[in-house]
Every structure is written in C-alpha cells, then in structure tokens.
C-alpha cells in the first residue's frame, strides 16, 4: 500500500473507530502488519519521555476510553502511556483495541515527520484565531531558534494533522507516541476465556482478527521507564528479576508462558505481607514493601507503577509509595461501581491523579455467553 494513500487512509479508519464503528477484516490486518513494524524496534523497557499520561486496564469499556481521553485530553495532544488489558470483559474489545493501535501507528507516522519538521523549520507568519497562535507555511529557516524568536515562545511542531487552511498550529508537547504495553489479556489463552475470541466470531463471523490481533500482541513491549525514574508495568515484580536490563534481555516475541519472568511481569501483586509469596490467581507472584524498596533502590527508580488490579477510587497507593496501582475502566464489567484513574506526570514527574465516573451507557450488544466472574 502506498504510503500516502496509507496515511490518508489511516485517518478515516481513526474517524471511524472514534464512532465506534469497526474495521473490515482487511483493514485490520493491514493495520497490525504496520503495527508490527513499529513494536518490533521497541525494547523490552521502552524509555518514554514526560509529560505523559499514565493508565491502567481498559478492558473494551470502549465509551469509558473515550471519556478517559475526554478527561486526559484527546490524541495527539496528550502523550498517553497504557499499561494493558485493552481486551475482554468489555462490550467493545475489537474497536477499543483496533483504535489504540491505529493512534499508535498514526503518531509513529507523524512522530518520523516531525523529525524532518524540527530539522527544516519554515518561516512562519504568526496569526490569531480562536485563541491559539497558528504559523503560515513560508520559506526555509535553518534551524528553530528563528522559529521560535518570531513567535516568541518555545515551540515543538507538529505537521499534517494540524494543517488548516495553510496554517499550522504549533503544539506546545511534543506528541511523540502513544506507548502500549502488554497485560496479561493480551494472551491467546485468556482470550478465548475472557471475551475478544467470542467477540471476534460474532463481529466477524470468523477468527481471523482474533489472530491477527493476538499475533500482534506478541511484539507489546512489557515495561515502560518515564525519564529514567518511573518503571511501568502491567502486573507486577518477580524473584527472577533483579534489573531492568534482565527485562531488556528477555525474548518477548511468544505468548505469555504459565511461568518465569515473563509471566511474573504480567501477572504478579503488590501484597500487605514482606517477602514473595503464591499467587492466589494461579501466576505470578505477590511481592511485599520490602521486595519493592530493594528493586527501586537497586535500579534508580523512585515508583513502580502498575494496573492489573481492580481499585475502587481508580488509584491506590502501596509499599509506603512505592508502588501506585492504576486502574482506567470504570464500574468494571458494567457493574463494579468503581471509579476510574489516569496518572499526569508533567515535565518535571511530579503527578496528579485525574478520577472518572463512567460515560452515559449506550445500547448494549447481544451476547450468547457470559464471561467467568473471576476477575483476572
């Protein structure tokens, strides 16, 4: 596909996942082939950059994730990381998936164009509509200081999905990407428990997104680090794993195994008791205040910041602050009655915690069979 009509393309896919209206079986699969392209360089610790908005599980609770993008502010104006659990449970697990990992390939896109942008700056004309400084297109600037002298405040440039009526609006962060980790629902094995199997049948008759999707979900990186200080991760610690550079080291491209350190990162709890101990969920670990103070010590850090876990203000803190749990999908399963959480860390990490309700139901599909109530 060439790659103009792809982006041109991609954005009326985006129009249409924002309505929640799915993709055709085609179009997924051309989606998660770029997706791969772009997952396959991402490290096992994927280094992102503050600001940035930090969230937990989703869980197809498609309405709830455009409220949470309501609330935290829309793509590509806010920088989001998500650590898992995209799929299951929810009603909508296939738009909610597909539309997070459009955004994702849509801001790689731009984020390679803004690379040319902040290298070959244009002259610009500053004009004031609605509020905003926009720039008009002009001649060559050889570097950004000029651009900047001229609008008198630091800028960063985005391009094509800003450009209206010849001019550009400059935006003040960078929206470099949309970080994706991988939970422990992004499995072949849970899935086909938990709901997006189902789901896939029933939207399109076959299994064929269901594959396309968990084969791409192989190549999810498994942790994140904002600026070197704040370690993200779906589940949580494991015995196996004293460094970050053990997790750089571990061979992800599999499905999530039954154990060992892979399975660990995905599936283990922060727990009341010191030590590690059994898992009541069958994987994984729980790990005490002692295991968490000795792994951030020991690696720099000064949070870990995990999902996984139902909590019912949306956030809650452990371990004497060092481990913070963030969970994104309001009254979970439809009938939890919890509040929802994302996490803001601003250029300077420090972080604030912005709470949601759900958004007004909308008609609920038809389903056949009633997912386990074990709440994974």
Request: proline fraction near 5%; charge should be negative; hydrophobic fraction near 35%.
């Amino acid at each position: 596909m060439e790659e103009k009509g792809f982006a041109k393309e991609l954005d009326q896919w985006i129009e249409q996942l924002n309505e929640c209206r799915q993709l055709s079986e085609s179009q997924v699969r051309s989606l998660c082939e770029k997706a791969k392209e772009i997952l396959t360089k991402e490290s096992n610790v994927q280094e992102v950059r503050c600001p940035v908005t930090v969230c937990g599980d989703v869980h197809g609770q498609f309405h709830d994730l455009m409220e949470l993008f309501r609330i935290g502010g829309k793509s590509p104006d806010t920088n989001y990381l998500f650590m898992g659990d995209y799929v299951d449970r929810g009603y909508y697990s296939v738009e909610t998936v597909t539309l997070l990992v459009a955004l994702k390939v849509r801001l790689e896109r731009l984020g390679a164009e803004n690379h040319f942008l902040r290298n070959s700056f244009l002259l610009p004309v500053t004009l004031e509509r609605n509020g905003c400084k926009w720039i008009r297109a002009g001649g060559h600037v050889p570097g950004p200081e000029r651009l900047a002298a001229v609008c008198d405040i630091p800028l960063l440039f985005v391009s094509m999905p800003v450009l209206r009526e010849g001019f550009l609006r400059p935006q003040v962060r960078y929206p470099e990407r949309i970080t994706i980790l991988r939970g422990n629902h992004e499995s072949r094995q849970i899935t086909q428990v938990y709901g997006f199997y189902d789901e896939c049948l029933r939207k399109y008759g076959n299994a064929n997104v269901w594959k396309y999707f968990t084969d791409l979900f192989d190549y999810l990186p498994l942790t994140a680090l904002v600026d070197g200080q704040i370690f993200c991760l779906h589940g949580g610690l494991s015995p196996s794993i004293d460094t970050l550079d053990h997790i750089r080291a571990l061979d992800r491209l599999q499905e999530v195994p039954h154990e060992g350190p892979m399975c660990d990162l995905l599936w283990s709890d922060p727990d009341d008791r010191g030590g590690w101990g059994i898992s009541p969920r069958g994987a994984g670990y729980t790990f005490g205040q002692d295991i968490s103070e000795t792994f951030n010590h020991a690696n720099g850090l000064t949070l870990v910041s995990r999902a996984h876990q139902l909590v019912m203000e949306g956030y809650n803190w452990c371990h004497d602050r060092n481990v913070v749990t963030i969970f994104s999908a309001p009254n979970y399963c439809y009938r939890c009655g919890n509040q929802a959480a994302i996490m803001e860390l601003d250029d300077t990490l420090k972080y604030s915690f912005l709470q949601f309700d759900p958004a007004p139901r909308r008609g609920e599909p038809h389903v056949t069979r009633r997912t386990p109530d074990y709440f994974l």
